[in-house]
Every structure is written in C-alpha cells, then in structure tokens.
C-alpha cells in the first residue's frame, strides 16, 4: 500500500503563490512502482480536474489553465511531488489531492491523497 500525504495549502491573496507537496510512503516496492505523480483539484460543486501529472522520467502533462502558471516537479529520491503555483487567482480556490499511479499486481492502481484546502481571496 502507499499513503500519499499533502502539505502547504492554505490561504492566499489574489497574484500570490503557494508551494504544494505531497510524499509518498509504505511499501518501498509498491513505492519504486510508481510511475505518475500529481495533483488534481476539485472546487465546491465542481468535478474533479487535473491540475498537473509528472512522470517518473520528467514528463509532465498540465490543463490548459495552469500552464505558464503553475509548475509540477518530481523528487524521485523522496518519492515526492511539489506544485509551485504563482499568479494565483480567486477561481483556483479548490482541494488539492495527490495522485500517484503505478503497477500493481498484473494492472495499475491510482492512489489519492486526502487533499489540501487552497483558498485565494480576492
């Protein structure tokens, strides 16, 4: 099993920045399996959405909205992910959960974080 475990939200005004992280830790075999790390970020009556994704050879994939914006980065070492995020703005208001996913058994197997409140004001 894998525990993913986030840290840094909290409350920011409009244009300021915030630094997430999320580490994982468990199984040390389950942990080397992983590949994706990231965050997804879910607004109140909102779904779920991606924010960013980093593999474990560095390539990320962002959505559209937070390109130029904010920036995922991967600590292998640490079996940790960061999410720089600059220019924040009232609408990025959300929780933020760490994903991870990798092999497990014959298939894959996501893994979530219990999320950290990000609030910007305006």
């Known amino acids: 099993q894998v525990q993913l475990v986030e840290s840094g939200g909290g409350l920011v005004q409009a244009g300021g920045s915030l630094r997430l992280s999320c580490a994982a830790s468990?199984?040390?075999?389950?942990?080397?399996?992983?590949?994706?790390m990231g965050w997804y970020r879910q607004a109140p009556r909102q779904q779920r959405e991606l924010v960013a994704v980093?593999?474990?050879?560095?390539?990320?994939n962002y959505a559209d909205s937070m390109k130029g914006r904010f920036t995922v980065s991967r600590d292998n070492a640490k079996s940790t992910v960061y999410l720089q995020m600059n220019s924040l703005k009232p609408e990025d208001t959300a929780v933020y959960y760490c994903?991870?996913?990798?092999?497990?058994?014959?298939?894959?197997?996501?893994?979530w974080g219990q999320g950290t409140q990000v609030t910007v004001s305006a």
């Open positions: 994903y991870a996913n990798g092999h497990y058994g014959s298939g894959y197997r996501d893994y």
């Open positions: 980093i593999t474990s050879g560095g390539s990320t």
């Open positions: 468990g199984n040390i075999f389950t942990i080397n399996a992983i590949n994706a």
